[in-house]
């Protein structure tokens, strides 16, 4: 089922977040996580082997940092989560290649 996916500007810097899409597979924006992560240690996130083998950083075998669809401070950064569960809303330049992407989807059970 494709949702309409929303383009929300950061809430930290009021960096632009562009159009929305329509989309079946996303990946969360800031507001999202808070409200369906509200706490820390819910977001921290280990790698799998096949993500530490593709050069996916593993902070030592610890939790890694992941994507949000959010900008960043700047409109070459996409925020992210941290290895801690913190949320970065000054983000990261989006070609870095150590941080990963959890995607999210909804599912109707009706």
């Known amino acids: 089922m494709d949702s309409i996916i929303p383009a929300v500007n950061n809430p930290g810097f009021g960096t632009e977040a562009g159009v929305s899409t329509t989309d ?11 409200k369906y992560f509200p706490i820390e240690t819910d977001r921290q996130c280990q790698p799998t082997d096949s993500a530490i083998a593709n050069s996916i950083y593993d902070f030592n075998n610890y939790n890694s940092c992941w994507w949000l ?19 970065s809303f000054s983000g990261a330049f989006v070609n870095s290649d150590q941080i990963f992407v959890r995607p999210a989807m909804w599912i109707s059970i009706k």
Do not use: C, M, T
């Open 24 to 34: 079946k597979i996303f990946i969360l924006n800031i507001n999202e996580v808070e």
């Open 69 to 87: 669809r959010s900008p960043g401070s700047y409109q070459k950064h996409a925020s992210g989560i941290a290895n801690s569960g913190s949320i």
